[in-house]
Structures are given as C-alpha cells and as structure tokens.
Nanobody, 114 residues
C-alpha cells in the first residue's frame, strides 16, 4: 500500500521560511509527479505546487514567487519551501501523487503566527 507522509511544519513566525517534506513509499517514485495542496480553516482545499518526474515545477500564483520545490529520488522526497511566511499561509498541507483519485498524505498543520 502506497504511503505519503508529510513532515515539518508546526508554528512559523511571519517572515520566516517554512519547510515541508513529503516522503513516499512508492517504488517507482522517480516516475511520479508530486503535488502539494493546502486547506485553510473554513476554505476548500487548494493546489499549491507541482513537481513533475522531469523536474519541471509549477506554483500557484498566490505564492507570488516565494516557493521552491526540491526533489530527491533516492530518498523519495519532495520538499516544499516557502519564504516570507504569512498568516494566510496557515493551513493543513497535503502531498499527493496520481491526481485527485490518487494517493494523499494525512496532512500536516502549518500555523504562521507571532
């Protein structure tokens, strides 16, 4: 059974960087695209970023150039790093492979607050 596990997060001060790691158990991870999503309280889940198997990256416009993705196929991880964290970045963050009907992590809370 495929597992995706998010780590990192927690409490982040405004202006600091947040870093999340998604670790996959998929044996063919290097052939997978991986996405990050987030869900803020009272809001729908929204797409955050995507890294393809070919290492192409895509980011949601609301990140305004603050995000970066880093992939390590040997460790089967994709890191999401967001600079200059803002209170509106507060959300539960999820990683996903295989699209909406694919595999999801359990989610991890990120709170941006002073």
């Amino acid at each position: 059974q495929v597992q995706l596990v998010e780590s990192g997060g927690g409490l982040v001060r405004p202006g600091e960087a947040l870093r999340l790691t998604c670790t996959s158990s998929e044996m063919d991870f290097e052939a997978k695209s991986l996405e990050w999503w987030r869900q803020a309280p009272g809001k729908e889940r929204e797409w955050v970023a995507r890294m393809t198997s070919g290492w192409n990256t895509y980011y949601a416009p609301f990140l305004q150039g603050r995000a970066s993705l880093y992939r390590d196929n040997r460790l089967r991880t994709v890191d999401l790093r967001v600079r200059d964290a803002r209170p509106e970045d507060t959300a539960v963050y999820f990683c996903n492979t295989g699209g909406q009907s694919g595999h999801w992590g359990q989610g991890i809370q990120v709170t941006v607050s002073s």
